[in-house]
């Protein structure tokens, strides 16, 4: 049956492909990849087998996503609520990370594998990384923001996934990118995860193509307003060293838009030495990990 596949893809999944690539595309799309055991309980199987099946589909997935030009990938590969498992189900999946990992990344695409990871633990991890910074004097405390605290996530590389699937029917986040999913699709379907297929994933983008332009428009009145917040937060800060200076805060608005246009300037020159700092302060920590586990 080859002659039909051209690829990964038969010649009737190649033309269906073509027809969604008309519409607008997600750019990237994060998995939560559940029912691995019950995809094992199904059919009669060890349960690492279904986790084995389940990297195997990750596999398959990475080339279609390619093939309809989404190039990146976020997946859920273990939770920390995960390391409750019995020890052996855990030792399995690390065995399996280990023996298939290499071949994952073969694939040519952008993924990034949330392993022992919580939204939460990362949201909260970026809040004490700004208070960090405030503390050894690379942050005003008026810094702080939305805006700031999304460029502290592990995920600061990546644009915010505008599709979200999760499969075997749960119907929640489970601590998943909670941050970074405000504005996207979030589509939940039913088939366990080592059974999805092709045509599991074009509804999933049909699903995010008829909701493209609210989730649009949500996005932008949200960029809006982040914009304005910050606008208010810098007006602040010149009212304030306006007084400080013994000038009236509403007089003189010359000087008040010249010393508007500094602030802002001195703010980014702030937030990028303290972007720096974290990034150094990073890399020291998985050194330091890398050392210690050698
Ligand atoms: C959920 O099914 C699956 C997992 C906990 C493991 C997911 C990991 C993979 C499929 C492989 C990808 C990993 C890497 C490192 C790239 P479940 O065990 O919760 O099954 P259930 O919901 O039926 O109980
Ligand atoms: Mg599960």
């Known amino acids: 049956m080859s002659w039909i596949r051209e690829g990964e893809l038969t010649i009737i999944e190649r033309f269906c492909a073509n027809v969604i690539k008309a519409g607008p595309m997600p750019k990237h799309v994060a998995f939560i990849m559940d029912g691995n055991r019950r995809y094992a309980q199904k059919c009669h199987v060890e349960r690492q087998q279904g986790h084995s099946q389940g990297f195997d589909k990750l596999a398959q997935t990475l080339r279609w996503c390619l093939n309809l030009g989404i190039r990146e990938v976020t997946v859920y590969a273990f939770s920390i609520e995960n390391f409750k498992r019995s020890k052996e189900e855990v030792d399995g999946l690390m065995d399996l ?34 208070a960090w910074g405030v503390e050894q004097g690379l942050l005003e405390p008026s810094d702080v ?36 999913t405000s504005h996207s699709c979030l589509v939940f379907q039913s088939v366990l995860w080592p059974e999805y297929s092709f045509w599991n994933l074009c509804e999933a983008i049909l699903r995010f193509q008829m909701n493209y332009s609210a989730l649009q428009k949500a996005r932008d009145s949200y ?37 508007l246009q500094k602030c802002t300037a001195m703010r980014e020159e702030r937030i990028q030495g303290f972007l720096q700092a974290l990034e150094h302060k990073r890399v020291d920590f998985f050194e330091r990990l890398c050392t210690v586990s050698a």
């Not at 990992?101 to 949201?123: K, P």
């Not at 996934?161 to 970074?180: A, H, K, N, Y």
């Not at 917040?229 to 008040?256: C, I, N, P, W």
Request: aromatic share 8%.
């Open 97 to 130: 990370a280990r023996q298939k990992f290499s071949r994952i990344l073969e694939e040519q695409c952008f993924l990034n594998v949330c392993f022992a990871y919580t939204s939460r633990h990362e949201i909260s991890n970026a809040v004490r990384e700004m």
């Open 223 to 259: 960029m809006e307003e982040r914009r304005r917040q910050q606008m208010e937060r810098d007006q602040a800060y010149v009212t304030k060293k306006l007084q400080q200076e013994g000038f009236a805060s509403h007089g003189d608005s010359r000087r008040r838009r010249t010393l």
């Open 145 to 180: 923001s939305e805006s700031l605290l999304d460029k502290c996530l592990y995920t600061n590389n990546s644009p915010d996934p505008d599709l979200l699937i999760r499969t075997s029917g749960e119907v929640r986040l489970s601590d998943f990118l909670l941050w970074q």
